[in-house]
């Protein structure tokens, strides 16, 4: 056991897991293991491999996981919010890594609820002449083992100039819409990701030359979330219109809204849309999401993911671009006048 060498005991994490562990060796060796007798070393350190084995369900999660920059672009948040994140199973680190035919796919994170999926990569050509561009694809199949697909859409590529410099190495993202949160009920569903090829930008209506071929194949976890829900049924003044609020629904990353289909249709006749043809009600735009202090988060981006108008209910879910607090909501804010739903 003395001729261990950690640095490659744990090949399947980051760097800064690694030292994470030598770090608390080195502490253990030469302070801590002098204060229990008949500890061996090797038993410290099958016990410091099991806590890092069941970080992931723990609050220790948040102190190792690292937030990706650009998952953070897209899911803004401050530190404390990040962390709750990772302790509450939302963002999670996948630390996986598949080299093949010269390119190298790293899965990095994935963030989740019920109602919206991300998965972030980077793809890297180890000839650095190789420039990857936004126009470039991958061939990528997606297959459940042992489940159904819970996705209503499913959109994939790479990110864009504005957002990475064109080089051997760029970030790929997957963003899905799980148009029937039900569908997964409670339980982790897998989700095989299996990359085929690199291929060229094409044309308007063709596809691009294949640039190479190899099979990089990663296995990312689907999972629930538990919303806070709020059954209201109250009826609330939205752009003039009396509309009944049935139930509001709050993740730290989604909103889900349903009101009576009566009371949307009045929204729909005043906005001059159609609503059976997926036209989105502006009035029900979410603007901003208010807290009990008077605190409002603004909405600027955010994207509806599905709506339903069936059963004499209008039920739509979005995904919000900044992360909320979900114990500190009092209000949602919708509509260019910014009507309020007053949660309890």
């Known amino acids: 056991m003395e001729s261990k060498n950690w640095n490659s005991e744990f090949p399947e994490v980051p760097e800064h897991v690694h030292q994470t562990v030598l770090s608390t060796l080195a502490e253990l060796e030469h302070r801590k293991v002098k204060r229990v007798k008949r500890m061996k070393k090797s038993k410290i350190v099958i016990l410091i491999a099991a806590a890092i084995a069941v970080l992931g369900t723990t609050v220790c999660a948040a102190e190792i996981f690292k937030w990706n920059n650009r998952a953070a672009e897209v899911f803004?948040?401050?530190?404390?919010?990040?962390?709750?994140?990772?302790?509450?199973?939302?963002?999670?680190?996948?630390y996986q890594t598949v080299s093949d035919a010269g390119l190298t796919i790293q899965a990095i994170q994935t963030v989740q609820d019920n109602?919206?999926?991300?998965?972030?990569?980077?793809?890297?050509a180890d000839d650095k002449s190789l420039q990857i561009t936004p126009g470039h694809d991958m061939g990528l199949l997606i297959d459940y083992p042992g489940g159904e697909n819970p996705f209503g859409y499913v959109g994939y590529g790479f990110v864009d100039e504005?957002?990475?410099?064109?080089?051997?190495?760029?970030?790929?993202?997957?963003?899905?819409?799980?148009?029937?949160?039900?569908?997964?009920?409670?339980?982790?569903?897998?989700m095989k990701l299996q990359f085929t090829s690199l291929n060229a930008p094409g044309g308007k209506a063709t596809a691009g030359e294949v640039v190479l071929t190899g099979n990089w194949e990663f296995?990312?976890?689907?999972?629930?979330?538990?919303?806070?829900?709020?059954?209201?049924?109250?009826?609330?003044?939205?752009?003039?219109?009396?509309?009944t609020v049935k139930s509001v629904e709050l993740t730290p990353i989604s909103v889900k809204l349903t009101?009576?289909?009566?009371?949307?249709?009045?929204?729909?006749?005043?906005?001059?849309?159609?609503?059976?043809?997926?036209?989105?009600?502006?009035?029900?735009?979410?603007?901003?999401?208010k807290y009990q202090d008077g605190t409002i988060v603004e909405e600027e981006g955010y994207q509806e993911l599905w709506v339903s108008c069936e059963n004499g209910d209008?039920?739509?879910?979005?995904?919000?671009?900044?992360v909320i607090d979900t114990d500190k909501v009092s209000a949602l804010l919708v509509g260019d006048a910014n009507d309020e739903i007053a949660l309890p």
């Open 76 to 94: 803004v948040a401050d530190e404390e919010q990040r962390q709750k994140l990772v302790t509450e199973q939302i963002a999670t680190g996948e």
């Open 115 to 124: 109602s919206c999926f991300y998965a972030l990569f980077e793809i890297t």
């Open 162 to 190: 504005r957002e990475q410099a064109v080089s051997n190495s760029r970030y790929y993202e997957i963003y899905g819409t799980k148009t029937n949160p039900q569908s997964t009920g409670n339980e982790d569903l897998n």
């Open 219 to 243: 296995l990312l976890n689907l999972h629930a979330t538990e919303p806070v829900c709020y059954e209201l049924n109250k009826e609330y003044q939205i752009d003039g219109c009396a509309v």
């Open 259 to 289: 009101c009576d289909e009566a009371g949307a249709r009045q929204l729909e006749k005043l906005e001059g849309v159609n609503i059976d043809q997926a036209d989105s009600l502006v009035s029900l735009y979410i603007n901003g999401i």
């Open 314 to 322: 209008y039920t739509k879910a979005a995904r919000l671009t900044s």
